[in-house]
Nanobody, 117 residues
């Protein structure tokens, strides 16, 4: 059974930092592209950042230079370090695992991040 379990969300003041974690089980973690997405109420889910199995990264323009994605294949965990948080970063953040061949696409349950004073 595949599980992606996010943790680390919460309430933080503008300018603050949070570190999200996503622990995976039931997949060959090192083979997967791992990503973080977010969704605000009434809006579509959007990519925040992802990292290929080879370590290449991709970031949304809105988070470049503030957020950093990393992964620990031995721990089967992907992280999202979020610095200089802004109120517009408020959303539910979802962990995603993708494999191209065979096609696989898994999601976590989401963790709430609220940036507010």
């Amino acid at each position: 059974q595949v599980q992606l379990v996010e943790s680390g969300g919460g309430l933080v003041q503008p300018g603050g930092s949070l570190r999200l974690s996503c622990a995976a089980s039931g997949i060959s973690f090192s083979s997967y592209k791992m990503g973080w997405y977010r969704q605000c109420p009434g809006k579509q889910r959007e990519l925040v950042a992802d990292m290929t199995s080879g370590g290449s990264t991709n970031y949304a323009d809105s988070v470049k230079d503030r957020f950093t994605i990393s992964r620990d294949n031995a721990k089967k965990t992907v992280y999202l370090q979020m610095n200089s948080l802004k109120p517009e970063d408020t959303a539910v953040y979802y962990c995603n695992a993708k494999l191209r061949y065979p096609l696989r696409d898994y999601w976590g349950q989401g963790t709430q991040v609220t940036v507010s004073s």
